[in-house]
């Protein structure tokens, strides 16, 4: 799929280790709105990110492929959290990641008999999984092999049990947390900004890279930014409370800007903002920029 496999197989052990920090999350299970929180407070990402949003996953079977978490290009300014369940089947190198600043390329090649179509990823960053349990991360940005930087980070996990992954990119710093370790720091990466996906590398039709729990809040570049500004993309839903049991009780149309001035986090883990009219919107169906998640949490 991507012709990482064997060049991570040759040049891994070549590498240095980057520096770790000490610094973990304490909320790395938690919910994305209380990890970005934690972020947020230990000063690792500023306030103004937006949601960009929430997938439940699935399992990869076998062969190398991907599948894309968001259909649009995203900032290159991101948090990105998921959680990976590796069953690898080989002696060989398997791996299983995170891919962030994915650039995917997509061809068709008809025939009088059949349609064949294909999607590649040619510039990426993996933050992933190999089938011995080590943690390891892959910049590539180009086609020739001086456009690739790889790191073994040292860190080797139990693949019996789901692991939990957060990459966090900030300015082409990359910092990487696995269940809430922080076992790489402010790694430079150099892929353009691109879309969010995971991937399964094998030769064993009976590998599986199960992916669960995805969910990405995106930066912009200018992102210093006073209040918590709500924009809505389309006619929103402005309920009574935080929860679409509530009555709707007037709308938002598209572009429209409001100000939050409280939240709260519902059961399915989405963030609720208290808006200046006292009325409610549900992060994924609008944007939240600015200091957002210091709001003061609203008991509900």
Not at 126 to 148: H, I
Request: proline fraction near 4%.
């Amino acid at each position: 799929m991507r012709h990482m496999m064997i060049i991570l197989a040759v040049m891994a052990a070549a590498l240095p280790v980057l520096a770790q920090d000490d610094d973990g999350l304490a909320n790395f299970d938690e919910t994305p709105a209380a990890v970005m929180l934690e972020l947020e407070r230990s000063g690792v990402f500023p306030a103004g990110s937006a949601f960009a949003f929430a997938s439940e996953g699935r399992p990869l079977i076998g062969g190398s492929q991907f599948t894309t978490l968001l259909p649009d290009v995203a900032p290159a300014n991101f948090a990105f959290g998921g959680t990976l369940a590796f069953n690898a089947q080989s002696d060989d190198l398997e791996t299983c990641a995170l891919v962030a600043r994915a650039t995917v390329e997509s061809d068709v090649v008809e025939t009088d008999t059949e349609r064949i179509e294909s999607a590649q990823i040619n510039s990426f960053v993996d933050v992933g999984l190999t089938g011995e349990g080590e943690v390891f991360v892959v910049d590539r940005f180009g086609d020739d092999d001086d456009a690739l930087t790889i790191e073994m980070t040292g860190t080797e996990v139990d693949l019996s049990e789901p692991v939990r992954m957060i990459a966090v990119v900030l300015d082409d710093a990359l910092s990487v947390y696995v269940d809430g370790e922080r076992v790489i720091g402010e790694m430079r990466i150099e892929a353009p900004a691109g879309q969010f996906a995971f991937a399964l590398e094998t030769t064993e039709s009976t590998t599986t890279c199960t992916g669960a729990d995805f969910w990405a809040y995106t930066l912009e570049a200018d992102y210093v930014r006073e209040g918590c500004e709500i924009t809505t993309v389309a006619t929103i839903n402005q309920r009574g409370g935080p929860g679409t049991q509530f009555d709707v009780l007037s709308q938002l149309n598209a572009g429209e800007v409001a100000l939050a001035t409280g939240q709260t986090v519902d059961a399915e883990g989405f963030t609720w903002w208290r808006l200046e009219s006292n009325l409610w919107m549900r992060e994924d169906v609008v944007t939240a920029q600015g200091y957002c998640r210091t709001l003061p949490q609203i008991p509900t």
